[in-house]
């Protein structure tokens, strides 16, 4: 059983569009971060949220920590080829382990 | 800076073959650890470390062993690898725990046949 179920696993969109990623859990994360993965390579952190309601903006990416800090969201506003990738998102269990979502693959088609 | 290196690249063992699965920061992190990624389940953590001498379990230690004799170097060793072990490996670092950033290497590809 997942512990942090993303959804979709799969998007597939044209340039231009909005697009939202979810990350849901049945657990209260003491911190939750999302992450961003090119093939090949290792994931790289693009946010960490740890307040309940906290929303943070990154150029065209929002993201957002649900109220009970068991769910976030990813919106991208007008997607680009750029964003093409793996999202993952991480929820802190305590201090010391990170569980991870199985990931949303997307790819942006120009 | 190199960051967070890995070596090797790739690997390919016979069922019952051991190895050792490098990893070395330059950061002077604190807490490092070790995931395994397979295709739709995202990074599930093996073991990790919040300081040199002291290692803990993760979500799947079973048939992987660890040691951090140093703040520089967290190794992972496969004692008889499985093909149930074949997956992407990567090692991760961080200042302080996992509420904090983690800097990921470039993985490493294990394939048991």
């Known amino acids: 059983t997942q512990l942090l179920e993303q959804s979709p696993q799969f998007l597939s969109i044209q340039e231009g569009e909005n697009l939202t990623v979810y990350c849901n859990s049945s657990?209260?994360?003491?911190?939750l971060q999302w992450y961003r993965q090119e093939p090949g390579e290792g994931p790289v952190l693009l946010v960490t949220?740890?307040?309940?309601?906290e929303v943070k903006k990154l150029k065209r990416l929002t993201f957002q920590f649900g109220d009970a800090r068991k769910d976030s969201s990813l919106h991208i506003t007008a997607a680009q080829p750029g964003d093409t990738g793996l999202y993952l998102c991480?929820?802190?269990?305590?201090?010391?382990?990170?569980?991870f979502g199985q990931g949303t693959r997307l790819t942006i088609n120009p | 800076n190199a960051g967070v290196t890995q070596t090797p690249k790739f690997q390919v063992l016979k069922t019952g073959q051991s190895m050792t699965l490098q990893c070395a920061q330059d950061?002077?992190?604190?807490?490092m650890s070790w995931y395994r990624q397979d295709p739709g389940m995202g990074l599930r953590l093996i073991h990790y470390?919040?300081?040199?001498?002291?290692?803990d379990q993760g979500e799947v230690p079973n048939g992987y062993n660890v040691s951090r004799s140093t703040t520089e170097d967290f190794p992972l060793r496969l004692l008889s690898a499985a093909p149930s072990q074949t997956s992407v490996y990567f090692c991760?670092?961080?200042?302080?725990?996992?509420?904090?950033?983690?800097?990921f290497g470039p993985g490493t590809r294990l394939t048991v046949t």
């Open positions: 657990s209260v994360f003491s911190s």
């Open positions: 950061m002077n992190h604190e807490y």
């Open positions: 991480a929820g802190g269990r305590g201090a010391q382990k990170l569980v």
């Open positions: 991760a670092s961080s200042y302080s725990g996992a509420s904090y950033e983690q800097y």
């Open positions: 470390s919040v300081g040199a001498g002291i290692t």
């Open positions: 949220v740890v307040t309940g309601g």
